[in-house]
């Protein structure tokens, strides 16, 4: 028996089978209760009776990439440094947070593949493979298939799937991120596997819309080929959705601080999905009274909780100096933007829904096993541990 793997508090073993990861990314819990009610998803359904269901927490805010890098690390952001997609840099430049140097913690796929594990990460968006492949890990993206390779491999990955690569906005992007996932393990004898999805169909369409029963159907056809071929699952959303009525514009609202300056984490290259409009935002005061900032923040229609830097670093696990003055989450119906003009709604494939407050936190997680779950509400940075874990 190997020595277990420390990373980040906790100590993992190398797996004794196959295992996998799926981030479902913005898969509410909505969407499987509604599906497990129609029978849609028989597969999904047979895991979940046979092994572990249960409701989980995301991170707040309830953002792709923090929530990501906090399954890959089993840590929350404060560990790992990443709260959001997007921030405020020390140079006053609003940048991503997409890139392996700026992740603060090593990943558990990275740990094991130290220690011998054979390790593979492969994600639809290509915003998240450098820091999925942080510590040498191989990683791939659906988005970019074609133009990228692994070790040992003649052409490119998507050489492995035998039909044509989708658009990163087509309904079944996600199910060829699982395909090539698929192939690739196969292939390269791959011991632990962490896919990642996306969402452009959560913000696309409701539960029990035609889009998303489709996605669904695709979905739990591939979760059966995994369970078929051996693999022992672990199902998580990095977020949920809802569906958002009522867009406030912070820059206008705080029209009375001219130094404010309103920054939006949700940013990211996927303006289709959602507009950069997403219900938790940072405010950079800028000189300005945070009091009163936050006084004028509080009484917006729409604003759930306003918490100063230090505050939200304690409450919600954030890196302080990756966050804003002042953070704001807002309601289940509402998204914060900057002014109109910075954003391009026209975009939008269907009414807004979104993601980023408190009302995305819930998460459905799934495991073939039956592990002893730690004190609820686990988290969905606990299911490599649950899969994986050693007792200290």
């Given amino acids: 028996m190997s020595e277990p793997v420390p990373v980040n508090g906790r100590l993992y073993r190398r797996p004794q089978k196959r295992t996998a990861v799926f981030c479902l990314d913005g898969v509410d819990p909505a969407y499987l209760e509604d599906a497990f009610d129609r029978g849609l998803t028989p597969r999904i359904a047979e895991l979940a009776d046979a092994g572990t269901f249960v409701l989980g927490l995301s991170q707040l805010p309830s953002f792709t990439n923090p929530n990501n890098l906090s399954i890959v690390t089993g840590a929350p952001p404060s560990v790992h440094g990443l709260p959001g997609n997007h921030y405020l840099a020390p140079d006053g430049e609003e940048v991503q947070l997409d890139r392996a140097d700026q992740l603060r913690a090593p990943t558990i796929l990275a740990a094991l593949g130290d220690a011998g594990t054979r390790v593979l990460a492969v994600t639809t968006k290509e915003k998240l493979r450098k820091l999925l492949g942080s510590g040498s890990v191989d990683s791939v993206s659906a988005e970019c298939a074609d133009k990228q390779s692994l070790p040992g491999m003649l052409g490119s990955v998507a050489r492995a799937v035998g039909r044509p690569q989708p658009d990163i906005y087509a309904w079944d992007a996600s199910h060829y991120a699982l395909e090539l996932a698929f192939a690739l393990a196969d292939r390269f004898d791959v011991e632990v596997l962490y896919v990642s999805l996306t969402d452009a169909v959560q913000h696309a369409a409701a539960p ?19 369970l078929d071929a051996g693999w022992e699952l672990g199902l998580v959303a990095d977020h949920g959705m809802n569906a958002k009525a009522d867009i406030r514009y912070l820059g206008e609202e705080l029209h009375a601080f001219p130094g404010a ?39 917006v229609e729409g604003v759930e909780q306003v918490l100063t830097r230090d505050e939200a670093a304690d409450a919600l696990h954030l890196p302080a100096d990756r966050i804003g003055d002042l953070v704001v989450l807002g309601d289940d119906r509402t998204v914060f933007g900057k002014r109109p003009e910075d954003h391009d709604l026209s975009k939008l494939r269907g009414p807004l829904r979104s993601h980023g407050g408190r009302h995305e936190q819930s998460v459905p997680i799934i495991l073939s096993t039956r592990p002893a779950l730690p004190e609820l509400p686990v988290a969905n940075s606990d299911v490599f541990w649950l899969l994986l874990g050693e007792a200290a």
Avoid: F, K, M, N
């Avoid at 029990?208 to 995994?226: I, M, N, Q, T, W």
């Fill in 208 to 226: 029990g819309d035609e889009l998303s029963d489709a996605y669904l159907r695709r979905l739990d056809e591939l979760v059966g080929a995994y």
């Fill in 261 to 299: 300056r309103v920054v939006l984490p949700i940013t990211d290259p996927y303006v289709v999905h959602h507009a950069a409009l997403g219900s938790a935002c940072w405010v950079h005061v800028d000189g300005e009274p945070v009091d009163a900032c936050a006084a004028t923040l509080r009484a």
